[in-house]
């Protein structure tokens, strides 16, 4: 008896069941047993009290715990013998502590986000929006609600063709345009219908090359340097050539006119395609956009373009402005029912552009954008003036020039500070680590942060310069003087 009496002392004392919840006290208890079973504080062969005395220690009536007690011999939990009481069952083998799998730990997120890319959330037009896909589905023929045509919706395309030739110089009909989700779904279909290799700058979106190899399209890199792609550089054996003439990403500045020209003139030489990323063409502060590079040769040159920089990319519609050889097999790889873009998506954008939305909300963006840029020009003016900004006329971020060797210090410190940005050296593609020029091998990577100005909240971009300023390496010391030679023996 004494033995049964320190059993459920122990149980009461270093074993505690812990009946937390509400509801009924017998599935409360059942709970909160198998818990002490999983976790291996009754380990297999453990003799429990008698059911009186867990009543008692518990505070529940006698047939509470012995309904328990049977319901988990019947589950397997417990085995009952006649005269040698309850225990637990030798099969119900604890997962202990030590052999739990490890749950991941939690990477906390930064306090402030200036990774380039990604238009603030809360400046989406929500009512105008919501106006134009009330117009849409009133006017919506019934087929729209039927198979997707791969195409997408006509509607929208003779909305961006006449949208794209009076903002970007494009020239297209709406038939040598096919909807896709994006960009990147642009690239695969162009990959699988083009093949490789292609040649890329060597400063890019990572995201972009690794989703070419993986469709079996490798990329060499053109050098770039302050007039955009080093297009000199491409041969014969390039099918294709990636670019981001507008405004190259994310180095900045356009293409210069004369490689505008000498990249269309390879395309024809060569048969070879331009794919033209209209990255952030709409955004451009201090003069007139530059025209789409595709209004120099339609036949040639494939511009991608999408709404993820002006409106949200949560809306996942893009476009492919393509030579005519090329609609046919496009719209073959992407299949017969359109399985990426909703087609009342679709027709609210269509809306949104023809009643003028879509013109007044890229001033607006294009407004802060810029009143954005100039905060960041001056907070560095006044608080780091040896840093140099570049590629600011254009596009939602900016490149801080940085002293030689010290660009991983300061993505290191900006952690530091709660806040995500990224170096100029995660853009560049791979084999432009080591280049041959005059018979040297040599780098061609500057270091610099990548700075993006559209993310953060009105409230919160103050606070998030204020930690890039903090991030940032102290004004180089200026070299210390050669000490004096001594006087040449006679």
């Known amino acids: 008896m004494n033995s049964w009496v320190n059993s459920a002392e122990i149980l009461g004392s270093d074993l505690p069941l812990e009946l937390s919840g509400t509801g009924n006290r017998r599935a409360l208890l059942m709970d909160a047993l198998r818990d002490a079973v999983r976790s291996g504080r009754l380990a297999p062969g453990t003799r429990l009290p008698p059911y009186r005395s867990l009543a008692a220690d518990l505070g529940l009536a006698r047939n509470t715990v012995a309904d328990a007690y049977a319901e988990l011999v019947a589950e397997g939990w417990l085995a009952a013998r006649q005269g040698s009481g309850t225990r637990v069952a030798e099969r119900a083998a604890p997962v202990t502590p030590a052999h739990r799998p490890r749950t991941p730990e939690r990477v906390a997120r930064p306090v402030h986000d200036l990774v380039q890319g990604q238009p603030d959330p809360s400046v989406f037009p929500r009512t105008a929006w919501l106006a134009s896909a009330r117009r849409a589905l009133a006017a919506a023929p019934d087929d ?35 909807l896709c989700s994006g960009a990147a779904h642009g690239l695969r279909l162009l990959a699988e219908v083009v093949g490789g290799p292609w040649a890329a700058e060597e400063y890019g979106l990572p995201f972009h090359r690794e989703l070419l190899a993986s469709h079996g399209v490798g990329t060499r890199p053109l050098g770039v340097d302050a007039d955009g792609a080093r297009v000199d550089g491409l041969t014969r054996h390039d099918r294709a050539v990636l670019l981001t003439p507008a405004h190259q990403f994310p180095t900045g500045g356009p293409l210069h006119p004369e490689r505008r020209a000498a990249v269309v003139d390879w395309a024809r030489a060569t048969g070879g395609l331009v794919v033209e990323d209209d990255y952030d063409g709409e955004f451009r502060y201090d003069r007139q956009p530059v025209g789409a590079l595709q209004g120099l040769d339609p036949e040639h040159v494939v511009l991608l373009g999408s709404v993820s920089k002006s409106l949200s990319p949560a809306l996942r ?32 954008l ?30 560095l003016h006044a608080r780091a003036p040896h840093v140099r900004v570049t590629g600011i006329a254009a596009g939602l971020h900016a490149v801080l020039e940085l002293p030689p060797g010290t660009e991983r210090s300061a993505v290191r410190a900006a952690a530091w500070q709660g806040l995500a940005v990224e170096g100029l050296g995660d853009y560049l593609h791979p084999g432009a680590e080591h280049r041959t020029v005059a018979g040297a091998s040599v780098v061609p990577h500057r270091d610099g942060l990548v700075v993006g100005y559209a993310t953060p909240a009105e409230s919160a971009y103050p606070e998030a310069l204020d930690a890039l300023c903090r991030s940032l390496p102290p004004v180089s010391p200026p070299p210390a003087p050669a000490p004096p030679q001594p006087p040449a023996a006679l």
């Open 317 to 348: 519609i893009g476009w492919m402005v393509l030579p005519q050889r090329l609609v046919a097999p496009v719209v073959a790889a992407k299949g017969e029912r359109e399985p990426f873009s909703s087609a009342t998506e679709q027709l609210t």
């Open 350 to 379: 269509a809306d949104f552009i023809e009643s003028g939305a879509y013109d007044r909300q890229v001033r607006r963006m294009r407004q802060r954008h810029r009143r954005r840029r100039d905060q960041l020009v001056a907070a």
């Open 144 to 178: 729209a609600f039927g198979p997707g045509d791969p195409h997408g919706r006509p509607e929208l395309r003779r909305a961006l063709a006449g949208y794209l030739a009076r903002v970007r110089g494009v020239r297209a009909a709406p038939d040598r345009i096919v």
